[in-house]
């Protein structure tokens, strides 16, 4: 059973950066596929980056060049670098691995 906790999120003004850090306990990191996942209000959970075990990456359109999924396998965490930061990032992210396991997620806004 692998467990995933998220941090980083919180208030910052459109343009701003944060970072998110998901941080995995119980299984071998190494071999999962890791990913974050937002859901705005009223609306539906979407894909923002998955990387790969390989490290290959994938991203929304709606993200692509202002945001950035990484990992550390020695550290067991995927990470998120969220820069030019929009009004419409204002989501819970979270954290998922092998599609299968989530975080409890955590909340990002962004004033305007």
């Known amino acids: 059973q692998v467990q995933l906790v998220e941090s980083g999120g919180g208030l910052v003004q459109a343009g701003g950066s944060l970072r998110l850090s998901c941080t995995a306990s119980r299984g071998i990191f190494s071999i999962l596929a890791m990913g974050w996942y937002r859901q705005a209000p009223g609306k539906q959970r979407e894909l923002v980056a998955t990387i790969a075990t390989s490290g290959n990456t994938n991203y929304a359109e709606s993200v692509e060049g202002r945001i950035t999924i990484s990992r550390d396998n020695a550290k067991k965490t995927v990470y998120l670098q969220m820069n030019s930061l929009k009004p419409e990032d204002t989501a819970v992210y979270y954290c998922?691995?092998?599609?299968?396991?989530w975080g409890q997620g955590t909340q990002v806004t962004v004033s305007s």
């Open positions: 998922n691995a092998n599609k299968y396991y």
